[in-house]
C-alpha cells in the first residue's frame, strides 16, 4: 500500500521523511553532546578545587608538644601557656606580643595559638588531597608512614573562616588572604565608580545623540567594538605608562601629602582596569539602550517632552536592568583579570591591609598566581582555597546581579 | 501665537517632505477645520502617515528628512527656525498605531506629561478628568496604581487618548489609532473621536474606508503619484461629499474599490 502522502513523497530524488527525522536527531545528539562536554569539564574543575581545599597533612614541629609541657597544652591554664611563650621566645618578642595585645587581655585559645605559631611552629611536609584519603587510604596511610615515621599524620581543613582574616604568611598553615580579598573589592569599586557613569554616559551619546549617518561616529563605534577584543595585558602597559608614570604625582597620593608612595597604588590599577572593561560596558549599555522600544520614545515626545526628559524618564529606567546586568557581568570578568595588574605593578607579597586609594596592594588573583608558583604542596591547597573564595565571590555579584534585574523588571 | 483672523485649526500651504533626497510627498494645501474630525485616507504608502507627523514635528526625529513649505497654526509657521518643536507637539498631541503606554502604573501614565511640562494643578483631579474624557475612568478608577500594561489593547488605547488630553492639547492626531483593535474597541473609539471633538480638532489617519465614512466631517484622499511615486492630495471636501459624490475619478475608483 502507498502511504496515504504519497502524493506529497512525489518522484524518487526528495528525501525520505525518516531520513529527515533523522538528521534532525542527529543534530539534537551533538548538542546535547556539546552540553555534556561542558558540564563534565565545570565538574571536573569544581572537583579538583574543592579536593585540594581539605585533606590530611604530615606536619613536622620545630618544637615538639612533648617537650614543652608533661601535660597536653590544652589541659594548661592560661597563666602556664603564658609561661611557656615567655619560656620560648625571646624577650623582644615576648614583649612585642604582649604590646600588640596584652596577654592578659587574650584568650586561652589566642594564646594557644600564639603558641603553636611561635614555638612549636610546624610545617607542613606532605599534604594528601581529600580523595586520596578517601579512596586510597591504604596507600595514603602506608607512604605517610614509610616517609615520616615519626610525624604526625591528621586531616586538615584549609578552608576555614580564619583564612580570610589573616594576612600573608610564608606558613601555609597561617596564611590568610585578607590583604588581597580587600584588595580585590576596593579594586572593584574603583573599576566600577571609574566605568560605570562613563560607560553609561557614552552609550547614552551615542544610542540617543550620535548621527549614525555622520561618519566619524560610525568610525568610533566601530572601534569600540574592536577595543573590548584587545589583549588585557596591552591595557595594563597603557596603565602603566598613563596612571603610574605621567599620572604619578596624582596617583602615589602625593598632592594630598602622601609622601615616599609611587604609581604602583590601588587607584592606579583601578583606573587600568576601568579602562580594560569600558570598552565591554559601552557595547552593553548600547545593545539595553538599543532594545528599549521606538514607540515608547515616540510616546513620550509626542507629550512634548524634551530629549532629555524622554532619555532620563523612559529610556534608562527601562533599560537599567540590562545595562546592570551586563555591567555585573564584566566586573565579574575584571574581578578575575591578572596580567593588567602584574603590569601595573601589584604587590606578590603584602601583610598590611590596603588603606586607601593610595595604598599598595594585591589582589586575589596575583595571589594565586603567586601561590601556585610555590614548590611546596601546602600552597597548592591553599590557592585552591583562594580560587574557591574568588568564585565564591563572583557566585554572589552574579546572583546579586540576577536579584537586581529581576526586581527592576518587577517593579512595574 | 494667538492671532484670531486664522479660524482654521491648521492651514498647510504647498507642504513638500523629503526622506533624504526621495520626496515622499508634494505640494499638499489643507486647510483643517477647528473641532471637526478630519479623515486622511488613501492606499498604502501615499505618504498618509507621513503627512500626519508633520503637523506636529514628529518627522523631526527621523534624521535626514526635510520639510518645504509651510504649515500653519493660529497663523504662524511651526516650521519656523524660532519655533520649538517641544512646544509644538505639546499643544498638538498624537496617537500612536500601536497603543504605547508607558511601562508604569495607569495614574503615572496621565500624570507624567503633565507633570514635565510644569503642571502645577491638583494632579488627582487632571488624572480623572483625563480618563473621563477619554472614557475609561469607570472601569480603571479602582486600580490606578496597577500597570498600564495590564489592560486590554481597546483600553490601552483609550489611556493613551487621555495621556494625550492631559496635557491640554489643541489638535490629536491620531495615526490609524484602530488598526491593532478588535471591532468593539474600535467602535468605542470612534465613540471616543465624536464626543471630544465639541473640544478638540481631530485628524485621523485610517487605512478603513468605512471608518473615515462613519466618524469623520471631512476626508483628505491622497494617493500616490504614478510618475515620482510621490504621495499627494486628490481631493478633499466634506466626507458626505467625497463618498458620495466624489469629484476626481481616482477617488471615486479608490473609494468603490476598484483600485488600492
Known sequence: MKPFNSWMIGNGNQE??????????????????????????????????????????????????????????????????V????????????????????????????????????????????????????????????????????????FHL???PEFLNRPMSSNPLFAGIRPALLGSLFLILITIGFAFPIGIGAAIYLEEYADQRVWFNRVIQANIENLAGVPSIVYGILGLAIFVRALGGIT???????????????????????????????????????????????????????RWQTIWHHVLPSAISGILTGTILTISRAIGETAPLIVVGAATYLTSDPTGP???FTALPILIYNWTTRPQEAFRNIAATAILVLLIVLLTLNAAAILLRNRLQNRI | MMEREHTMALEVREMDFYYGSFRAVKNVNLDIEPRKITAIIGPSGCGKSTV?????????????TRLTGEVLFHGQNIYATDVDPVQIRRLIGMVFQKPNPFPKSIYENVAWGARIN????????????????????????DSLSKSAL????????????????????????????????????????????RELSVHYTIIIVTHNMQQAARASDYTAFFTMDTTDRAGLLVEYGETNQIFTNPKDQRTEDYITGRFG
Open chain 2, 52 to 64: 500626519i507627523r508633520c503637523f506636529n514635528r514628529m518627522n523631526d526625529l527621523i534624521p535626514g
Open chain 1, 16 to 81: 525520505s521523511l525518516a531520513g529527515r527525522h533523522r538528521k534532525g536527531k542527529a543534530w539534537r545528539n551533538l548538542f546535547v553532546s556539546s552540553l555534556v562536554i561542558g558540564v563534565l569539564s565545570l565538574v571536573v574543575l569544581l572537583f579538583s578545587i574543592v579536593d585540594q581545599t581539605m585533606g590530611w597533612i604530615v606536619v613536622e614541629y620545630k618544637n615538639q608538644p612533648s617537650e614543652l609541657s608533661l601535660q597536653p597544652l590544652e589541659a594548661l591554664n592560661q597563666d602556664e601557656l
Open chain 1, 358 to 360: 593610595f595604598s599598595k
Open chain 2, 150 to 193: 495590564a489592560l486590554s489593547g481597546g483600553q490601552q488605547q483609550r489611556l493613551c487618548i487621555a495621556r494625550a488630553l492631559a496635557v491640554k492639547p489643541e489638535i490629536i492626531l491620531m495615526d490609524e489609532p484602530c488598526s491593532a483593535l478588535d471591532p468593539i474597541a474600535t467602535l468605542k473609539i470612534e465613540d471616543l473621536m
Open chain 1, 83 to 154: 609561661g611557656i611563650l615567655q619560656d620560648n621566645v625571646t624577650a623582644r618578642r615576648f614583649k612585642a606580643l604582649n604590646q600588640a595585645i596584652p596577654f592578659t587581655d587574650r584568650s586561652t585559645e589566642d594564646i594557644l595559638d600564639l603558641i603553636t605559631e611561635e614555638v612549636l611552629q610546624p610545617s607542613v611536609v606532605m599534604s594528601y588531597r581529600l580523595s586520596m584519603g578517601i579512596f586510597n587510604r591504604e596507600e595514603m596511610l602506608a607512604d605517610a608512614a614509610e616517609r615520616y615515621p615519626d610525624a604526625e599524620l591528621k
Open chain 1, 158 to 160: 584549609w578552608i576555614k
Open chain 1, 252 to 306: 602615589s597620593g602625593s598632592f594630598v601629602g602622601i609622601e615616599g608612595g609611587n604609581g604602583r597604588t590601588i587607584l592606579s590599577a583601578g583606573l587600568t582596569m576601568g579602562l580594560l572593561v569600558l570598552p565591554v560596558m559601552i557595547v552593553n549599555a548600547r545593545e539595553a539602550i538599543r532594545a528599549v522600544p521606538q514607540s515608547l520614545r515616540l510616546a513620550s515626545y509626542g507629550l512634548g517632552a524634551t
Open chain 2, 118 to 141: 510644569g503642571f502645577t494643578g491638583n494632579m488627582d483631579d487632571l488624572v480623572e478628568e483625563s480618563l473621563s474624557q477619554a472614557a475609561l475612568w469607570d472601569e480603571v478608577k
